[in-house]
């Protein structure tokens, strides 16, 4: 698996967007949102149960990602159009202001190590990408566990103070200072 110092690797991959007819699908590839901080999230199957609440959770920060110069990308190895159906028909996820990346080839899932060796899905992995591509922060959780979108936030907020930053520091409390 990659991890913190490793470069994201190249992809290019089709994403749903929307739920309007002619405007659900663009293409989001390594080179997009330049500049930015990606926040790249993948959970293992679309219409299951834990994974929407981790989407909707996601969506409901996206305006705290985006005042930090971040966007947030979802991904699973499910095809675009399982993607669309499932935003058209799950109320938690049909206004969602992210894309939903699909990685139905697995191309990206494999060369970031995060495929579960025996359901051949992706395990619950976070990445923090800085602006030049870099891993600065990855998380794994089991299949059955949801992850914490507002750690995922704290992390960025620690990251982008470029200093020390103690155990539970929040934004706007003090950092560390070497003696």
């Known amino acids: ?15 749903v967007v929307s739920i ?25 199957k679309d219409f299951t149960f834990v994974c929407p609440t ?12 985006a005042d930090r110069d971040a966007v947030i990308w979802g991904a699973s190895t499910d095809s675009e159009f399982v993607h669309l159906a499932w935003r058209q028909n799950h109320k938690d996820l049909k206004a969602l ?18 495929l579960h060796a025996e359901e051949g899905v992706c395990l619950r992995a976070t990445f923090v990408v800085d602006p030049e591509g870099i891993i600065r922060f990855v998380s794994v959780n089991d299949l059955s566990v949801g992850r914490n979108p507002q750690e995922v936030l704290r992390v960025l907020d620690a990251l982008q103070t470029d200093e020390l930053c103690p155990c539970n520091w929040q934004k706007g409390e003090e950092v560390l200072k070497v003696a």
């Not at 698996?1 to 994403?15: H, I, N, S, Y």
């Not at 590839?29 to 330049?34: G, L, N, Q, Y």
């Not at 139905?104 to 190590?113: D, F």
């Open 1 to 15: 698996m990659l991890t913190v110092g490793d470069k994201l690797p190249a992809f290019d991959l089709q994403a």
């Open 20 to 44: 309007e007819p002619g405007s659900a699908f663009t293409r989001i590839t390594d080179r997009s949102a330049p500049g930015k901080w990606k926040i790249l999230f993948f959970w293992p």
């Open 54 to 65: 981790e989407i909707a959770a996601f969506g409901a920060l996206n305006g705290e990602f």
């Open 97 to 114: 202001p992210f894309p939903m990346l699909s990685d139905i080839k697995r191309e990206l899932s494999a060369a970031l190590g995060i």
